[in-house]
Each structure stands twice: as C-alpha cells, then as structure tokens.
C-alpha cells in the first residue's frame, strides 16, 4: 500500500513576516532604547528631529503589533513596565551597535559643509545667533550661511529655510522645536539711573518701545519672586519703531526707558535694569526656540548647530537652558 506524502509545512519568506517581527527591527529597537534613555516623548523627539507625535505613532505601533504596552505613561513622567523592562537590554545592544557605527564614521562627517539657510528676529541675530555662528564657522570652514534676519514668521518647507530661530510658547506642531535660550523683557536705562519702586514708576517716563505705538499702550507686568501681577494702561512711547538696537542706542544717551530682552544687554553695555525682579509678561512666552523640519526633510546640519548652541548657551548660563 502505498503512503500518502505528508504535506510540507509552508516556508515563511522575509517578505511574510510577522507583524509583531517586523516591528521589533533594528530601528524600532533603536527608537524603543532611545526613549527609554531620554525619559520622555518630547525629549527623546528633540534628540532624534522627529515630532512627539511622531514618536508617539511609532511607539503605539510597535505596541500593537508585539500586544504589550511597552511603557507606563502618566501626565507627569514616563517609565518601562515589566515587558518593557525586558527588552530593554536586548535594544540597548542594538543602540550601542549604531552608536558604534556613527563614532567610526564620525571623522568623515565632522567637516560640514553646504548652506544654512537660518531665519531669526534681528535682535536675537545679532546678539546672540551671530556671535554663535562664528564659532561654529571656525569648526566647519567649509559651511555658509544665508541669514535672514525679519520679525516675520517664516514657514521652512515652503521658503526653504533650515533652521528659525523664534520666540514662541506654541511652536507648530508638525515642526521640530527645541528650546534654546530662556530670557525676559526687562526695563533698561542709561548707566547710573536709579532703580524705580515699581511700573507703576513708567508711567512718567519716556519709553522707547519696538513695533507701533504711537497712542498710550497698556503692558501687563510680572514680578517673579512673588507672582504679582500689574498692568499699566497709560504707557507714553518717546520713540518706537523696529529696530531695537537704535532705541538701545538712545537709552544709553539718556532718551529714556528701553524695554527689551535680557540677553541684548550685558555687563559694560552702558545700561541698567530699572525694575529688578519685574519682567515684561509677553505673550510670545519667554523661550527662543530652534525650529526645523522633522527628519528626514529636516538638515542634519542644522541639528549640529542646534546642538552646539544649545551646549554653548548652557555653559554660559551656568544651567540647563538658562538666560543670560
């Protein structure tokens, strides 16, 4: 009699693999032990150019297709559970395998080259950006700038900017953000100027102001240490326009009270603070923050320079994204 052959199991091709396979390769591996290190959605984005929600769609995929939650979130902070606890040795081989990598090929991609395309308000260009920028120049001589400096909000994608630099609380969110430098709007004066015992003091003062006011304006002001709030609604404009350093320039000759940000003004500039401890409350919030397209439309330039002027401006500051 003869026998009937048994079927053959079928081969599983690389092309028929599973779900739970496909997620879990050598990028989501990557990913997955990079937040884990960053402690955090919004950091771990920050780190690798790629939205938080970017971050977010990739983790939730990985989740569904291996059927574990890989993290235990909360409003407040972000930790492994215990499967997540168990893949993290396995992925943390995979990161220090790519960190290798980049390391030997370091040497090859320290020289940068090409055009920067950077966008940033003038005072903060000229201030702070440009200073930066020379630094950064005598490491990479072979890279170039294209500067433009304009209060105007500039859209990346559609100008062919790389890189904005922006005072804003509320950055786009299918763009990169990175906060660079704290700061505040203060009230200076020409040097030896007595402090006043508040602002409600402006109010007989000459003010020169950047942007349009010609009529008596209303400020609302904040006292840090105590959380007191004040709003002056007769402010008198001696001067005003769009460039700040000129009414700067007029301060330090006696013209009056010039309201602007901290990091313009540093020892020697020929101005004093005139209300210690108060900060002009302004709705753009109180972070320059670095702004690019998420990867891979994003330049990887433009993320080095971001790192070094982030790891410039603490050191100046003496802490983790502090002001001047």
Not at 155 to 176: F, I, Q, Y
Not at 250 to 269: E, I, K, N, T, Y
Not at 292 to 311: D, I, K, N, Q, W
Request: overall charge positive; glycine content about 8%.
């Amino acid at each position: 009699m003869t026998k009937t052959p048994k079927p053959k199991a079928p081969r599983l091709s690389l092309s028929r693999r599973t779900a739970a396979d496909q997620a879990l390769d050598a990028n989501a591996l990557e990913l997955f032990a990079r937040i884990a290190q960053a402690g955090s959605f919004a950091r771990a984005a920050r780190e690798l150019g790629l939205t938080r929600a970017a971050v977010s769609r990739r983790v939730a995929a990985i989740e569904s297709a291996v059927g574990l939650a890989l993290f235990a979130r909360s409003t407040r902070s972000l930790g492994l559970t215990e499967a997540g606890r168990r893949l993290q040795a396995r992925a943390r081989v995979v990161l220090e395998a790519t960190e290798g990598a980049r390391l030997a090929l370091r040497s090859e991609r320290d020289q940068l080259g090409g055009t920067l395309r950077i966008s940033a308000p003038p005072v903060f260009g000229i201030h702070v950006l440009a200073p930066l920028l020379a630094r950064f120049q005598a490491l990479h001589p072979a890279l170039r700038y294209e500067l433009m400096f304009t209060y105007r909000r500039v859209d990346l994608l559609a100008e062919g900017v790389d890189l904005a630099l922006r005072a804003t609380a509320r950055p786009p969110e299918d763009w990169v953000a990175q906060p660079l430098l704290r700061y505040a709007v203060r009230a200076y004066a020409a040097a030896g100027s007595a402090p006043l015992d508040g602002p409600q003091a402006l109010a007989g003062l000459n003010c020169l102001l950047v942007g349009q006011h010609e009529d008596n304006t209303s400020l609302s002001w904040l006292h840090e240490p105590s959380g007191e709030r004040l709003t002056l609604t007769e402010l008198r404009a001696g001067a005003w326009g769009n460039d700040l350093d000129a009414l700067m320039a007029m301060a330090r000759h006696g013209a009056g009270v010039v309201l602007c940000p901290d990091f313009c003004v540093v020892p020697g500039s020929g101005l004093v603070e005139l209300l210690p401890g108060w900060r002009l409350d302004v709705q753009e919030g109180e972070w320059i923050q670095a702004l690019s397209l998420p990867m891979p439309a994003g330049s990887e330039t433009a993320r080095a320079l971001v790192r070094f002027m982030r790891e410039a401006l603490q050191l100046e500051s003496g802490g983790e994204g502090g002001g001047r």
